[in-house]
C-alpha cells in the first residue's frame, strides 16, 4: 500500500534546538501532509504540500517535498516543550483516492524543557 | 465552525459482544468520512471510508462494518469482538477539493477487548 514511512521512530532534543522528521513512500503521490498527535489525543493537521511544490512553510514550521527521493521533511525550528507530541505523514495518492490518507508509524517528539 | 464528536470515549467489552461507535459531524455538507484504528504505539491504519450516503469502502478485512445512514454521520460496528479489534479508533472528515482535503480528526474512542 501506498504507506508513508517515518524517520527517526524516536527523537528527544533540547528546547531551543531544531527538530527534523523525514518521511518517505513508494510511489506517486497527490499531496502528502504532516500531523501531529498528542498523547491520546485525534490527530491535527499541520501542513499540506501539494506534488508539484518542493517547500512551505507555517510559523516554526518547514516542509519539503522531494518527489524524485519520493520523500518529505518536516523540521521544526526552535522547538518548545509544547512541541512534545508524536508526528505522522500522510499519503494522498492520486486517482480517485477519494482524499484518503495513509499513514506511517510516526515519530515520537520529546522536547525537554 | 465545523466540528466532529465520536462517542463513548472509552469502552471495555468482553470478547463476543457487539460494537457500535458513533461518529457525527457539524458544520458541512457531504463530507468524506474516514475510520482509522490506531494500536498501542503504533501507526494509523484506514479501516473504511465513506464518500457519500450509503457508500461505504473497506479497505481491510476485518470482523468490524461501517454503516452511513446520514450525511454527516458514521457509525462503526461488529456483531462479535475479537480481542485483536482492541485499539484506539479515529473518525476524520474531509471535502476533497481540486485534488487535496486536510483530514479533521475526533478525539477517538479508546476499545478494551477483554
Known amino acids: 500500500s501506498q504507506q508513508g514511512e517515518e524517520d527517526p521512530q524516536a527523537l528527544s532534543i533540547q528546547e531551543g534546538e531544531n527538530a527534523t522528521m523525514n518521511c518517505s513512500y513508494k510511489?506517486?503521490?497527490?499531496?502528502l501532509q504532516w500531523y501531529r498527535q498528542n498523547s491520546g489525543r485525534g490527530l491535527v493537521h499541520l501542513i499540506l504540500i501539494r506534488s508539484n511544490e518542493r517547500e512551505k512553510h507555517s510559523g516554526r514550521l518547514r516542509v519539503t517535498l522531494d518527489t524524485s527521493k519520493k520523500s518529505s521533511s518536516l523540521l521544526i525550528t526552535a522547538s518548545r516543550a509544547a512541541d512534545t507530541a508524536s508526528y505522522f505523514c500522510?499519503?494522498?495518492?492520486?486517482?480517485?483516492?477519494?482524499?484518503?490518507?495513509?499513514f506511517g508509524q510516526g515519530t515520537i517528539l520529546t522536547v525537554h524543557p | 465552525s465545523q466540528t466532529i464528536h465520536q462517542w463513548p470515549a472509552t469502552l471495555v467489552q468482553p470478547v463476543g459482544s457487539p460494537l457500535s461507535l458513533e461518529c457525527t459531524v457539524e458544520g458541512t455538507s457531504n463530507p468524506n468520512l474516514y475510520w482509522y484504528r490506531q494500536a498501542a504505539g503504533r501507526g494509523l491504519q484506514l479501516l473504511f471510508y465513506s464518500v457519500g450516503i450509503g457508500q461505504i469502502s473497506s479497505e481491510v478485512p476485518q470482523n468490524l462494518s461501517a454503516s452511513r445512514p446520514q450525511d454527516r454521520q458514521f457509525i462503526l460496528s461488529s456483531k462479535k469482538l475479537l480481542l485483536s479489534d482492541s485499539g484506539f479508533y479515529l473518525c476524520?472528515?474531509?471535502?476533497?477539493?481540486?485534488?487535496?482535503?486536510?483530514?479533521?480528526f475526533g478525539e477517538g474512542s479508546r476499545l478494551t477487548v477483554l
Open positions: 476524520a472528515w474531509s471535502v476533497f477539493w481540486q485534488g487535496a482535503g486536510e483530514l479533521f
Open positions: 510511489t506517486s503521490i497527490n499531496n
Open positions: 500522510g499519503i494522498n495518492a492520486g486517482g480517485t483516492s477519494y482524499g484518503k490518507l495513509t
